[in-house]
């Protein structure tokens, strides 16, 4: 019977020592199943991706933003392992600074600061590493306007002593551009009553006949002037052929450029408007590595067709042929002129 006792004791002990090594062997196959499904999951997911931040020098609601917003969304499908993500700033200037300090990746700049903040001059005297902005691809041209109600005005002499809208200060047209208008005339500031106001307020003040003419540098086309065709007469007063070439290349020389307002752009001209324009630019911040610059601006270029289903005036993000590098008024960024010149547009 002690015996039998001692049997029954044994086996119950080998009982539960199987039982125990059973439930390990069954833990261990279930956490070697959740690890491989782990590890199937993460086969799913891409390579880490690189954030890089792009600079809008627009808000949300306008027309640039969602060119801009579009851009970013072609990066994001097309260019392998990469998230570009937009944010807002207070313009090209700020972003000039951006782009040196490497606070942004990619940026929208104009030419002049472009160049003014490349070569560390006029208010860009303080940034501390310049040669870190880089040109990445050209975009829009804006196109000086300047503009009147009173037919007797015909020409640009015929300013001398009236009252002229100009852009406010810090504007896109700010007043370095008049002045180089004024100085292709061989006029002085003193011959003109400058008043400074936006865009806006020149509609009312030229209606008012508060103001004599107004002058406009900006994107074409000019909502307001549309509106104000509708119930009054505009004329537009153009550059001769030598007054154009002054301005474009000797004393704004280095980033503004020779423009034309079609005729088809509003409906009251009856013929095209030669005028001069600031290209406005995609920089690149150095630091950006080659490969991915290469590819973002090979996507950019060759997917625009697919910007512009996203808005029309995308058309001009780059534009056509050797347009697409007509800001290159700094040294380019080595993944963007690798592009460039496979197509032939830099040597």
């Given at each position: 019977?002690?015996?039998?006792?001692?049997?029954?004791?044994l086996l119950l002990i080998s009982l539960l020592i199987s039982i125990f090594f059973v439930?390990?062997?069954?833990?261990?196959?279930?956490?070697?199943?959740?690890?491989?499904?782990?590890?199937?999951?993460?086969?799913?997911?891409?390579?880490?991706?690189?954030?890089?931040?792009?600079?809008?020098?627009?808000?949300?609601?306008?027309?640039?933003?969602?060119?801009?917003?579009?851009?970013?969304?072609?990066?994001?499908?097309?260019?392998?392992?990469?998230?570009?993500?937009?944010?807002?700033?207070?313009?090209?200037?700020?972003?000039?600074?951006?782009?040196?300090?490497?606070?942004?990746?990619?940026?929208?700049?104009?030419?002049?600061?472009?160049?003014?903040?490349?070569?560390?001059?006029?208010?860009?005297k303080d940034v501390i590493e310049p040669e870190k902005i880089q040109f990445l691809m050209?975009?829009?041209?804006?196109?000086?306007?300047?503009?009147?109600?009173?037919?007797?005005?015909?020409?640009?002499?015929?300013?001398?002593?009236?009252n002229i809208a100009i852009p406010t200060p810090g504007s896109a047209g700010a007043t370095?551009?008049?002045?180089?208008?004024?100085?292709?005339?061989?006029?002085?500031?003193?011959?003109?009553?400058?008043?400074?106001?936006?865009?806006?307020?020149?509609?009312?003040?030229?209606?008012?006949?508060?103001?004599?003419?107004?002058?406009?540098?900006?994107?074409?086309?000019?909502?307001?002037?549309?509106?104000?065709?509708?119930?009054?007469?505009?004329?537009?007063?153009?550059?001769?052929?030598?007054?154009?070439?002054?301005?474009?290349?000797?004393?704004?020389?280095?980033?503004?450029?020779?423009?034309?307002?079609?005729?088809?752009?509003?409906?009251?001209?009856?013929?095209?408007?030669?005028?001069?324009?600031?290209?406005?630019?995609?920089?690149?911040?150095?630091?950006?590595?080659?490969?991915?610059?290469?590819?973002?601006?090979?996507?950019?270029?060759?997917?625009?067709?697919?910007?512009?289903?996203?808005?029309?005036?995308?058309?001009?993000?780059?534009?056509?042929?050797?347009?697409?590098?007509?800001?290159?008024?700094?040294?380019?960024?080595?993944?963007?002129?690798?592009?460039?010149?496979?197509?032939?547009?830099?040597?």
């Open positions: 019977m002690k015996t039998y006792k001692n049997k029954m004791g439930g390990c062997s069954n833990q261990n196959s279930s956490t070697k199943e959740n690890n491989d499904e782990k590890k199937e999951g993460n086969n799913n997911v891409s390579e880490e991706e690189k954030i890089i931040t792009f600079g809008s020098s627009a808000g949300p609601g306008s027309s640039s933003y969602i060119i801009y917003s579009g851009m970013a969304d072609l990066i994001n499908e097309y260019v392998p392992n990469v998230r570009a993500k937009v944010t807002v700033t207070s313009g090209s200037a700020e972003n000039a600074r951006l782009l040196a300090s490497g606070q942004i990746d990619i940026g929208v700049v104009n030419s002049k600061d472009l160049y003014d903040a490349y070569h560390a001059q006029d208010v860009y050209s975009g829009i041209v804006t196109a000086d306007q300047l503009i009147t109600l009173d037919p007797k005005i015909k020409n640009f002499s015929d300013l001398k002593g009236k370095w551009i008049w002045d180089g208008w004024i100085k292709a005339h061989n006029l002085s500031k003193e011959d003109f009553k400058e008043s400074p106001m936006t865009y806006g307020e020149m509609a009312d003040a030229l209606k008012d006949g508060h103001v004599d003419a107004a002058f406009i540098t900006t994107t074409i086309p000019t909502s307001f002037l549309e509106d104000l065709s509708v119930r009054e007469d505009i004329y537009f007063l153009e550059l001769t052929p030598d007054t154009q070439t002054l301005i474009a290349d000797d004393l704004l020389k280095g980033y503004y450029v020779k423009n034309t307002i079609p005729q088809d752009t509003y409906s009251f001209l009856d013929r095209d408007i030669a005028t001069v324009g600031l290209p406005i630019a995609l920089a690149a911040n150095s630091d950006l590595d080659a490969e991915t610059v290469y590819q973002i601006t090979k996507v950019l270029y060759e997917k625009n067709p697919e910007l512009i289903k996203i808005h029309p005036a995308a058309k001009d993000w780059p534009g056509e042929g050797e347009r697409a590098v007509l800001a290159r008024v700094v040294p380019g960024h080595e993944g963007a002129d690798r592009y460039w010149k496979e197509i032939g547009f830099v040597e």
